[in-house]
């Protein structure tokens, strides 16, 4: 045998060696299903949830806990009326619109 058929035979059987070797990583939970395809679900589960009665749990229906009046009073105004916050213009000059390319973003 040549160098060039040596070098073939030897790349061949190296090939066929990776291929029966990644052969064996075939995902076993999609081969092994009784499904005619891997998005078909169960039936039978699904059509027994839909027909619950209630399916939230008990603990959904129950207040909330106590919360301040103050603080939540304090959140909703500042949430209707946020401070104002004025821009400065990318030269050091407040713009006349309070927006535009050189105004500052502002933060929440």
Same mark, same amino acid.
């Given at each position: 045998? %040549?160098?060039? %058929?040596?070098?073939? +035979?030897?790349?061949? !059987? !190296?090939?066929?060696?990776?291929? #029966?070797? *990644?052969?064996?990583?075939?995902? $076993? !939970? #999609?081969?092994?299903?009784? @499904?005619?395809?891997?998005? $078909?679900?169960?039936?039978?589960? @699904?059509? /027994?949830?839909? @027909?619950?009665?209630?399916?939230?749990?008990? /603990?959904? #229906?129950?207040?909330?806990?106590? %919360?301040?009046? $103050?603080? +939540?009073?304090? &959140?909703?105004? *500042?949430?209707?009326?946020?401070?104002? @916050?004025?821009? +400065? &213009?990318?030269?050091? /000059?407040?713009?006349?619109?309070? $927006?535009?390319?050189? /105004?500052?973003?502002?933060?929440?």
């Amino acid at each position: 045998m %040549t160098r060039k %058929t040596e070098r073939s +035979v030897r790349a061949l !059987v !190296v090939a066929a060696l990776l291929a #029966f070797t *990644l052969a064996g990583c075939s995902e $076993s !939970v #999609f081969a092994r299903r009784d @499904q005619i395809t891997p998005w $078909s679900g169960d039936d039978l589960a @699904q059509n /027994a949830a839909i @027909q619950t009665i209630n399916p939230w749990p008990r /603990a959904a #229906f129950e207040p909330p806990g106590p %919360t301040r009046g $103050s603080k +939540v009073e304090n &959140a909703m105004k *500042l949430y209707r009326a946020p401070p104002k @916050q004025t821009g +400065v &213009a990318a030269s050091g /000059a407040a713009s006349p619109s309070g $927006s535009g390319a050189g /105004a500052s973003a502002t933060s929440n």
